[in-house]
């Protein structure tokens, strides 16, 4: 009877065993995907340098995006900037400006809550940081659910993040707005493993982050296609005789010998009903200068070739 017990005990024993192995595949499992997860679809890969983009590169400010979801999930709308301005980092194609430095000129200048951009705080940020262009938005929904299951000896637990993403991107030599849209994300992440073991799952910024993520790669393949319509800008930081300085160099992707179109900075219109800004009609053009050398972080020096009358915060624009 003993022997009996004993050989009961172990079938026992090897099928849980081999249940185990079944539902678990012998260890605890974490996992973060979903069907139209941007890393899946192929989509993220669209953003991958190519080699082919030569600048010039660029100059973006990322404010932090405005908290609207009904929650107010805490750090959802910093999270959110932070994120998009690495994915606009890593394509190789944008100088991005850091968050604290734009934080820090709105504070100084009054320029208002982040989000919140107007043509003439646009205009104000870009004269003083050499931008081409702020993006900005609201992440204006954000839900989390959690899902379970207990198949016997293997439990697991799945925390699904969804988030909705509005942004918007603004000239700031104009403060027009040139493109806005909305971005849409999921992420979920399983925990599992046999007898509860690793069955545990508890909040994280990973969720968070992994949602936005997804929504901010999605959008970010639209706004591409928008910078890829925006003209590059420079400004002129200095005039010295017949030598000027720009507010951009080989960082940006400026070469020696390269000629550029200086423009007056055009007339702010304002609305007569309104009295808001419209931008900032087309300045005439002064004439040419030709890119000698660089200094500085991001800086290069040129000579006046024809015109006159150029001055400080002049535009300067590639020359067809």
Request: hydrophobic share 40%; with cysteine; glycine share 12%.
């Amino acid at each position: 009877t003993m022997n009996t017990l004993t050989r009961s005990f172990a079938a026992v024993l090897l099928l849980l065993t081999a249940a185990i192995f079944f539902f678990s595949g012998c260890a605890p499992k974490t996992s973060g995907q979903v069907k139209d997860d941007s890393s899946l679809t192929g989509i993220s890969e669209e953003l991958e340098p190519t080699g082919e983009y030569t600048g010039p590169k660029l100059r973006v400010g990322v404010v932090n995006f405005q908290n609207k979801t009904p929650s107010k999930k805490i750090g959802v709308g910093a999270a959110a900037a932070d994120i998009l301005g690495t994915i606009l980092q890593k394509t190789e194609r944008f100088i991005i400006i850091p968050q604290q430095d734009l934080t820090s000129i709105m504070d100084q200048q009054a320029l208002g809550a982040s989000g919140a951009i107007d043509p003439a705080s646009a205009a104000k940020m870009g004269k003083i940081l050499g931008l081409n262009a702020i993006v900005t938005g609201a992440v204006t929904a954000y839900s989390e659910a959690e899902e379970g299951s207990d198949l016997l000896v293997y439990k697991s637990k799945t925390q699904i993040a969804r988030v909705t993403v509005d942004y918007r991107i603004v000239d700031t030599t104009t403060g027009i707005q040139i493109a806005a849209d909305s971005g849409q994300g999921v992420y979920e992440k399983k925990t599992g493993g046999a007898l509860g073991l690793g069955s545990k799952s508890s909040y994280d910024a990973d969720l968070r982050d992994g949602a936005l993520r997804d929504a901010l790669t999605k959008a970010m393949v639209n706004m591409l296609e928008q910078f890829e319509r925006q003209d590059w800008t420079g400004r002129i930081a200095k005039v010295s005789g017949r030598t000027v300085y720009i507010n951009a160099g080989q960082k940006t992707g400026l070469q020696v010998g390269q000629k550029l179109l200086v423009q007056e900075l055009g007339e702010e219109i304002i609305d007569p009903q309104t009295k808001v800004s419209l931008g900032r009609a087309p300045g005439n053009i002064k004439g040419e200068v030709m890119i000698t050398g660089f200094f500085g972080k991001d800086g290069s020096v040129a000579t006046i070739t024809s015109g006159a009358g150029f001055k400080n915060n002049d535009l300067v624009r590639l020359k067809p």
